[in-house]
Every structure is written in C-alpha cells, then in structure tokens.
C-alpha cells in the first residue's frame, strides 16, 4: 500500500521555480533545500500545484495498482461514479461505461449522484427546521477542509453531513451489505483523502485519468461494447443528483425552481470566488429566511476538476450535463431523508500563532527589507508580498534565497567585492564601449601611462579613448565570440588579455595583466613551462616507444625550470643555506 500524501513531490524532479507556491491558494508549500514540498497541515488538496507544476514535481499517488488488485479478492466491488463523466467521457454512453467497468472486474456500477440527493434533502430539512441560520455546504471536501484548517471560526457554519461520496458509500453498504468494497472514480483529488480517513466506507478513489490507463492497459474500448439488459446503474439511475457538477446544480437539488434573485439560496464556484464570498459573513445579522452558500472549489464545479482529461470548454460541459439530466418532478424536489449521513466537522486551526509584526520586520530587515520602500512586493517568491513572505520565513516555509532582488543584491555584491580584491586588471564595457564597471588594478594601468591626463574615475568613459586595442572589445561585442589569452602591446608594456562575453552583444568583460612585471613574468614562464610538461607527456603516451628516456629528461628539465621560479626556492636562495 502507497502511504503517501495524495499529493507529494518527487524531490529530484522540483526545479525551484516556486510556481506553486506562487499558484497554491493557502500557501500550503513548504520550500527547504530548494525543493518545494507540501505541508499537509496546511494542505486542501485542490490540485493547483499538480496542474501548474513545469516539471511534473507534483504528483498524485496512484491507487491503480490497489484498485486492480481488489477487483480480484473475494468482496464484490462497486464503482461509485462522478456524474461529471458524462463530459469527461462524451462519445461514450452510459451502459457502454457499466459494460467497461463490468469488464475490468466490477460487479456493479452506480451513480455517486444517488449520495448527492440524500445529502439534498438533509439540507432541505435542516432549512424547514431551522430557519433563519447561515449553511456552508459540505459538498466540496475541498472547501470543506479550506474551512476547516483557514477559517476555523466559521466551521459551525458548514452542514454537518457526509459529502454525497461518503453518503452514496453508505447507501450502497446499506443495500448490497457490508461486506462490499466500493471504488470511487471522478476528477477529485481530495476524494483519495476521504477514502483515506474513511476506510470503513470508501476503499479506494481514482480518477479519470486512472481510468483511461486502466481501460488501456486492459485493452477495453467503451465505445465498441454492445451493453446487455443488465448494464445499468444500481441500485437505480439518479436524477437531479446528476447536477451537482455544476454549480448551482445543489441548490437545485434543495429547492425547485430557485431563482438567481432568491437572496436565500448562493452558489459560488473557484476557491477565489469562495474565499471573497466568505469575507465578512461572521458580520451579517440575523436573517429571517436564513443563507445557504454552495461552495465549490473548481471554477464552474466539478466538471473542471483538477484530473479533468479536458479543462475549460465550461459552457458545453454544463450544457451536457443539463440536457442528459432525467429531472422528477417538480413536487418531488426535495426529497425526503432515507438515511442517517450527520457527522461532526470539527475546527483544524493551524498549530502556529501568526507572527507579531515586530517579528516580521526583524526577519525582512535579515533580507535587507529595512523599510517600506524597500518592500518591493514583486511576487518573485511566489507570495502576494514581501510580509507574507516574512511570515513563511518565520514559519521555515521558505527560504532567503527566494527573494529575487535580495539575491540579486547579494550577487552584485560578491561580484563587485571580487572585481575589486582580483590582483588583475578587470574592466566591464557596454555596447558602445564606455565603462561599466573597473578595478583598482586597471586605473592604475591605465594612470601608470597617461600620468599627465589621467582621468580621477573611469566609469562613463569610452574605451576607444583609454585603449588603443579597443577594436578587440568590439571585435567580441559584434561577434560574441570571445578572445582568450592574447598578448597586446601597450605603450611600452605587454598586456596579457582576455575579452569575454557577459550578456550577449550588450556587455562584455575583460582580465589584462601586465607580464613585463618581474613578478608576473615568472608566474609565465612557471605556467608557460607547465604547459610544455602535459603536452609533452601526452605525446609520449602516443610515441613512448620512440622517445625512450628522452622525454623523461625533458620533464626533470622542464620541473627544474619551475623549481627554480618558484616562491619557496626564491625565498630559500636569498636566504642562503640556512642548515646548520
């Protein structure tokens, strides 16, 4: 059995480009040696970082292989199908899916919509008998669990009973017996986080995408079935229950010929359109007629979901599922409850107090955030602001090196405090050859030969003015091509030069030494004299049998040339011998 998260991360594949971070809802990522992660704490499994991750880092567990193999164990096993997989599924009737899920081990098929009616007429009765109260539904275990763990205040406020899976689960115990194991087929993810904690009623759930690569591999084409009698749903078909997928289709459920101007009954669908419909609700006063809010997760409900084969195309789905729908009449909505589906939904407030203001500040200043302006709220990190991020630092969410103009900051940095400390001469020039950027080292060769016009600061000065070889820097500007290891004459000096690109036709780079100096003159022939020993010792690899001993003579030469030039002998020459 697979243990993990319904959503993890395989490590090896994350990037850190932090779009998921960026994309989740409830910043329910935790970012720790530049990989993103999920915090199950925080976690309501709406599958944004699944669909937005660039290097598929973000996986859902796969349930197939537990799903095949209970198909083949003594209980029977029946599908509880999503409606939505009349638009996931559009050129496939619906006996023609029960004939495939027959084939693939299934001994029965039925409609989780049967659950989503009973949880209507729950709803319905709740209203009649107390009226005037405020009722979140309980449809969505997404929404449910955003509630529950990111506005726990309002969480007396969502129906107590079961989801319509967990409902339709109890339905089908109820009449097929207990023993039964049930498998859940849809778009959702959060429904592997039902079946999760409740094993006594769910098995397992997959999701359409499971169900395609299992009709594949099983080579089992619905389309090309021939249904018998006996391949319908059961216990029986549902009817408005089939409209749960889209939004408003509870409501319809609830309560016949609702209207949009019915201040009593709300549908809001999307997890931003939920989370601004909540906004203020602990504030309204009392209602006569009481407020029933259907919140969905997915934008247009479920049949957007976020294991959806085709996402979008919402007004042809919606229009698939509204003329495939067998509606009773009118006096039968809604229905009666046939069965007991209460459960307590309990407040899961993150463990965390939230940071003190004082403390923010203190770990932005840590990132160079020292005032308000400096707070560039630019989202780099993934967060709507440079506080936000201050208060997953402090949670260790994420990390420093998620801030962009503070690493770019910190990069500038290091590479000025180098070009600076570099012995070498290092210049920096734009395309039209003025100075960007310079050492000390390349004023002073610069000074060192102009002495009477030597200019007090190099930068914004062009090249052309300063250097007699500066067609070399143009050279490598028009052509990116860079020159390495040149030997120039400058004045009455020879400059070893290398020219560089930095930013493509833009900007380049170059180190000049000058190796007339003594010092720099026996660093080149120590080198120099180096290079020599490998080549040489890579031709005797190839011709050993011609050189003999020649060409270990020529190394013992060679190193004692080295030898010579070295720091340590020079300072043991002036010295004398110093043995006693």
Same mark, same amino acid.
């Given at each position: ?12 594949? =994350?990037?850190? $480009?932090?779009? /998921? +971070?960026?994309? *989740? @809802?409830?910043? %329910?990522?935790? !970012? ?10 925080? =976690?309501?499994? $709406?599958?944004? /970082? +699944?669909?937005? *991750? @660039?290097?598929? %880092?973000?996986? !859902? ?17 029946? +599908?509880?199908?999503? @409606? ?497």
């Amino acid at each position: 059995m697979d243990n993990r998260s319904p959503i993890y991360t395989e490590k090896h594949e =994350c990037q850190d $480009c932090y779009k /998921c +971070v960026r994309q *989740c @809802p409830v910043k %329910a990522i935790r !970012v720790q040696d530049a990989y993103a992660t999920i915090v199950a704490e925080m =976690c309501i499994y $709406c599958g944004a /970082c +699944v669909s937005i *991750c @660039p290097n598929t %880092a973000k996986h !859902v567990r796969n349930d197939l292989p537990r799903a095949r193999q209970l198909v083949k164990l003594p209980p029977r096993v029946f +599908v509880s199908l999503a @409606p939505s997989w009349i638009t996931e599924f559009p050129d496939i009737t619906a006996d023609q899916m029960i004939a495939a899920l027959k084939r693939l081990g299934f001994t029965g098929v039925s409609e989780t919509a049967l659950g989503a009616q009973q949880v209507s007429a729950h709803v319905a009765q709740s209203l009649r008998e107390q009226p005037g109260q405020i009722l979140l539904s309980s449809a969505c275990p997404t929404v449910v669990a955003y509630v529950q763990k990111h506005r726990p205040h309002l969480t007396a406020a969502v129906t107590g009973l079961f989801s319509p899976l967990l409902a339709h689960c109890r339905m089908l115990r109820r009449h097929f017996g207990e023993t039964i194991a049930i498998v859940f087929i849809g778009p959702c993810i959060a429904k592997k986080l039902e079946a999760d904690d409740n094993p006594d009623l769910l098995d397992i759930a997959l999701t359409f995408e499971d169900l395609r690569l299992w009709l594949a591999a099983e080579r089992v084409d619905p389309r090309s079935l021939t249904p018998g009698a006996e391949d319908l749903f059961v216990p029986q078909a549902a009817e408005e229950g089939v409209l749960y997928p889209v939004d408003g289709g509870m409501i319809a459920g609830i309560r016949a010929h609702c209207r949009v101007d019915d201040a009593s009954f709300m549908s809001f669908s999307g997890l931003p359109a939920v989370e601004n419909a909540l906004d203020g609700l602990e504030d309204l006063g009392p209602l006569e007629q009481g407020l029933f809010l259907e919140l969905l997760a997915c934008e247009g409900g479920c049949i957007n979901g976020p294991k959806v084969t085709r996402p979008g195309n919402t007004v042809a789905k919606r229009h698939r599922v509204l003329v495939n729908a067998h509606l009773p009449d009118a006096h039968a909505v809604p229905r009666l409850p046939e069965i007991e589906i209460q459960r307590p939904i309990k407040a899961l407030p993150l463990s965390q107090p939230p940071p003190t203001e004082a403390r923010i500040s203190e770990v932005l200043r840590s990132i160079g955030k020292r005032s308000i302006e400096d707070e560039l709220n630019c989202g780099g990190c993934g967060y709507d602001s440079c506080r936000e991020f201050g208060k997953a630092l402090i949670a260790q969410r994420a990390e420093r090196a998620m801030c962009v103009s503070w690493m770019r900051q910190l990069a500038f940095k290091k590479a000025n405090v180098l070009i600076h400390k570099m012995p070498s001469a290092v210049v920096i020039v734009d395309s039209d050859l003025r100075v960007l950027e310079c050492n000390a080292a390349f004023v002073a060769i610069i000074n060192d030969h102009y002495p009477a016009a030597a200019p007090v600061e190099l930068e914004g000065l062009c090249l052309t003015g300063l250097l007699p070889f500066h067609n070399l820097f143009a050279s490598v500007l028009k052509n990116d091509m860079d020159i390495l290891d040149r030997d120039v004459r400058f004045v009455d000096t020879i400059l070893h030069l290398s020219i560089f690109t930095i930013d493509p036709h833009a900007v380049v780079g170059a180190i000049l030494q000058d190796i007339t100096r003594p010092a720099v003159q026996k660093e080149q022939v120590i080198r120099r004299a180096r290079e020599v020993i490998q080549k040489n010792l890579a031709t005797v690899q190839k011709i050993a049998y011609l050189l003999g001993e020649n060409a270990a003579e020529s190394e013992v030469t060679l190193n004692s040339i080295i030898e010579s030039f070295s720091p340590a002998k020079i300072e043991g020459d002036d010295g004398g011998d110093n043995r006693d």
